[in-house]
């Protein structure tokens, strides 16, 4: 009967083709029957927690990235405020992060790199970026520095590297730690390596947008076996137990430990280490990350086309719009392709593509420096971020997800050829 049930999922997916005059998309999710299948074979198990799909997703992805741990979690943002949380841990000795202490980070990019730094009361330093590749710029990293600096958190721009040679020199020579954000990035390589797999630890989205979904969800990678253990715990309502759900006794201690005041063979499945979270995603979401999975080499592939084919295309307006590089040694997995308007208003353009259904994007906050949730936040800010300012007021991204068609692709670059030159005239 299972697997009566399972063929009929597979003949119900239905393919459907874009038309000139349909939305086109940022993103969007690419799948086929292996994903609906895996869902409701998950869905039929109902081991409702994280199962055996999740063991397999979690060994595919570790695997992939070049990491020993990977620990799948709710949410791209979830990942982000766990991969901080663990620094914070008494276990790290002298090297944890205290309330006061400092990160560098950048004011260009998403919230939710910020956010974990500004929730535990840590202090954000912002630097700004480079344009066209849209990345920490290096040469700010030394004046950021300070007696109280411990780490250095940082996303990789649209899925291109930023100079992680340098980060990394940076960060060694001060015993820093550094988080990689790897959330709009998986796929990207830097020297020949993917991107995740350079950081103490690092993280990744599976929102609909990015680059393999789960629905929600996200993930944790670390090649350290005392930081893996904090992220387990800490994700895990910051239990000491290490027995996954469903699972009793696996060191065969469980009644003859001794932790802190507790009494003497107290049940080693409720001692808590630390103060933590409930973060797991269901095996559900990791049955559709499986079969995502198989795909992603082919959705990298696709990317990197999508992403030639409009920077072929737009090449002859180079002195109207600055088109993106990617970084030095880097071969990004291009989660979009962002825009910077040097001759007039990007608004107006804007305007126009959504009014022609293309969506458009900002890079997110623009300068986060600007928006009210940093009103009343401690912070220090290095050098005057122009360049922040200029992506905030002249920039813009369209997508390059793999369900793009070159039919697509070229109408999204017509379209801003044709506005353009009909503005120039």
Not at 109 to 138: H, L
Request: net charge negative; hydrophobic share 35%.
């Amino acid at each position: 009967m299972k697997q009566e049930i399972l063929d009929f999922v597979k003949k119900y997916v239905k393919k459907q083709e874009w038309q000139i005059g349909d939305r086109i998309n940022y993103a969007g999710r690419v799948y086929d029957e292996q994903e609906l299948s895996n869902l409701v074979e998950s869905s039929l198990e109902f081991w409702l927690t994280s199962g055996r799909f999740t063991d397999e997703f979690e060994s595919k992805l570790a695997k992939y990235i070049g990491v020993k741990y990977c620990s799948f979690v709710n949410s791209g943002s979830s990942a982000n405020l766990l991969a901080f949380w663990v620094l914070t841990s008494p276990l790290l000795g002298e090297r944890q992060i205290q309330r006061g202490d400092e990160v560098i980070t950048v004011a260009a990019g998403f919230p939710t790199t910020v956010a974990p730094i500004v929730q535990y009361g840590a202090i954000p330093v912002f630097v700004d970026v480079t344009i066209p590749q849209y990345n920490v710029d290096c040469s700010q990293l030394e004046n950021a520095l300070s007696d109280k600096t411990k780490a250095v958190m940082l996303a990789h721009t649209l899925g291109n590297p930023f100079d992680i040679a340098q980060v990394k020199e940076f960060c060694n020579k001060h015993n820093l730690w550094l988080i990689e954000d790897n959330c709009d990035s998986l796929g990207s390589e830097y020297d020949g390596k993917k991107t995740g797999s350079f950081g103490d630890i690092a993280t990744s989205s599976f929102y609909p947008a990015h680059h393999i979904t789960t629905g929600e969800g996200g993930a944790v990678y670390t090649i350290n076996p005392l930081l893996h253990k904090i992220i387990r715990s800490l994700r895990d309502w910051g239990r000491d137990c290490v027995c996954a759900s469903g699972q009793d006794n696996l060191c065969k201690h469980r009644f003859d430990g001794q932790f802190g005041e507790l009494p003497k063979g107290y049940d080693h499945k409720y001692v808590y280490s630390h103060f933590g979270f409930n973060l797991k995603a269901t095996d559900m979401q990791a049955a559709i990350g499986v079969a995502q999975f198989d795909k992603l080499d082919d959705f990298t592939q696709k990317r990197r086309e999508n992403f030639r084919f409009l920077k072929d295309s737009l090449a002859m307006l180079s002195d109207k719009l600055i088109l993106p590089e990617h970084c030095n040694k880097s071969n990004p997995s291009w989660f979009g392709f962002l825009l910077t308007c040097n001759s007039f208003e990007r608004e107006r353009l804007v305007r126009h593509l959504e009014d022609k259904k293309i969506q458009t994007r900002m890079l997110f906050a623009g300068n986060i420096m600007k928006q009210p949730c940093m009103q009343n936040i401690p912070h220090r800010v290095i050098g005057t971020l122009e360049n922040t300012d200029i992506i905030m007021n002249n920039s813009f991204w369209l997508g390059v997800y793999p369900g793009m068609t070159e039919v697509m692709l070229k109408f999204m670059a017509d379209t801003i050829i044709q506005f353009i030159v009909d503005k120039s005239n």
